[in-house]
């Protein structure tokens, strides 16, 4: 029998998002998405920061955790590094991956672990009400800025194609079918794939909603954009926010982290026999 998104749901509660926030759109396209890949739920990985996007692991019933805030993407490449062969998805907020979370999101990039990393960008921290995060615009009004954001906006996009980011792409949390396109496409990619989603809070961003999306969003793929070209996904990247595009904006192949590694050799280290071990000389040269 085909799966279906319900074999990916918890049985446990339902998503209490504002009614019309974007992470529906999400949830709803990461599960078609796991359902389309034929992915056995028992071998998919979700690992999330801390936010309102962050509490996806909630609601599904694969193998979760909801780390600390800024914290998973670091907390999945562990993971990564322990079992390889599971489909790790990574899921977090604006705030919680270009914040907080940078360091993280930068290295994991430059080392390639097989990683599909989705941010939810609404500009806000939604959970905390409404404060600017790292993708708001500059002069714009909010709870921790009064009379207006001094900083200019961290443009996602261009960081991930500067900094060897191997699968670069956008999608819009009100464009499912092509949102779930893009996390097969993300999924089947070897390397770190990144999706920057478009995603509306419609309690605390009320600029950047459904409609001003319909309207400035447009597919990559159809506007004879060639995703192995760096210079002209750079300037693609730099439409916002006359206009939006979404879908591949660049993809390159190149070696995993665990094939960079020599100790991955004999595969993941849950597959390693660590019976004949012994870890007492160790334990012997640190207990001074
Ligand atoms: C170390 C730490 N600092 C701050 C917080 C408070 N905090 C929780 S979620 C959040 C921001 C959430 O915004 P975002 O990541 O954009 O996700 P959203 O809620 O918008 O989905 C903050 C600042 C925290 N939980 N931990
Ligand atoms: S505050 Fe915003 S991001 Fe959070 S659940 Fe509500 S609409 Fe969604």
């Not at 080392?111 to 939604?126: A, E, H, K, S």
Request: charged share 20%; hydrophobic share 35%.
């Amino acid at each position: 029998m085909p799966r279906t998104p319900k074999d990916y749901t918890s049985t446990e509660g339902k998503p209490n998002w504002c009614p019309g926030c974007g992470d529906f759109g999400i949830e709803a396209a990461m599960k078609q998405a796991m359902a389309q890949l034929d992915l056995d739920p028992d071998k998919v990985m979700l690992i999330t920061g801390i936010g309102c996007g962050a509490n996806m692991p909630s609601w599904f019933s694969t193998y979760g955790l909801i780390t600390l805030h800024g914290r998973a993407v670091a907390v999945a490449t562990g993971a990564h590094l322990a079992n390889h062969e599971l489909s790790t998805f990574v899921e977090g907020g604006d705030g919680d991956g270009y914040g907080i979370g940078m360091g993280h999101f930068i290295h994991a990039m430059r080392r390639n672990p097989n990683l599909t990393y989705i941010v939810g960008n609404n500009t806000v921290y939604g959970l905390t009400k409404g404060q600017v995060s790292p993708t708001s615009a500059k002069g714009c009004a909010g709870p921790s800025t009064p009379f207006g954001n001094p900083d200019p906006p961290v443009n996602p996009i261009a960081l991930a194609l500067a900094n060897h980011c191997s699968f670069v792409a956008r999608g819009y949390a009100g464009n499912l079918p092509h949102l779930v396109n893009l996390i097969k496409e993300a999924h089947n990619h070897k390397g770190f794939s990144f999706i920057d989603v478009l995603q509306p809070c419609v309690t605390y961003d009320k600029v950047h909603g459904y409609k001003y999306y319909q309207d400035l969003t447009y597919d990559l793929q159809q506007s004879n954009h060639d995703t192995t070209n760096q210079e002209a996904a750079f300037k693609k990247a730099f439409e916002p926010p006359e206009k939006y595009p979404i879908g591949i904006f660049y993809k390159e192949e190149r070696p995993i982290y665990v094939e960079e590694l020599p100790q991955f050799k004999k595969g993941p280290l849950t597959r390693h026999d660590i019976s004949k071990i012994d870890v007492k000389p160790l334990f012997e040269e640190y207990s001074f």
